[in-house]
């Protein structure tokens, strides 16, 4: 198991940018797939952006695409999440999650470990 703590969430205004950071503590962090989910006011969570164990492939849900970035750094145990360009509709809180394994996926099942959140508001 891996512990998982995000932060740099806040308010911004729409076309401004913010940068997620999650810590992880536990187990070897190079082993897991790290992914970014989201969950807006009366929604489901939904799948963001993953990036491979060793930071070379990333995958993101259309509407972020060329707006945000997925990075992470292993000899720090961190994993970010760049947003640009931000509007209203990326509010919600952002969740930093991994799963052992080499395989990319959206699915959120598959990701077995989770972090607290963080509140993203992006005001119009």
């Known amino acids: 198991q891996v512990q998982l703590v995000e932060s740099g969430g806040g308010l911004v205004q729409a076309g401004g940018s913010l940068r997620l950071s999650c810590a992880a503590s536990?187990?070897?962090?190079?082993?897991?797939?790290m992914g970014w989910f989201r969950q807006a006011p009366g929604k489901e969570r939904e799948f963001v952006a993953a990036?491979?164990?060793?930071?070379?492939?990333?995958y993101y849900v259309n509407s972020v695409t060329g707006r945000f970035t997925i990075s992470r750094d292993n000899a720090k145990n961190t994993m970010s999440l760049q947003m640009n360009s931000l509007k209203p509709e990326d509010t919600g809180i952002y969740y930093c999650?991994?799963?052992?394994?080499?395989?990319?996926?959206?699915?959120?099942?598959?990701?077995?470990?989770w972090g607290q959140g963080t509140q993203v508001t992006v005001s119009s």
């Open positions: 999650a991994a799963r052992a394994g080499s395989a990319l996926t959206t699915t959120e099942s598959l990701y077995t470990d």
């Open positions: 990036t491979s164990r060793d930071g070379t492939r990333a």
């Open positions: 536990g187990r070897t962090f190079s082993n897991y797939i």
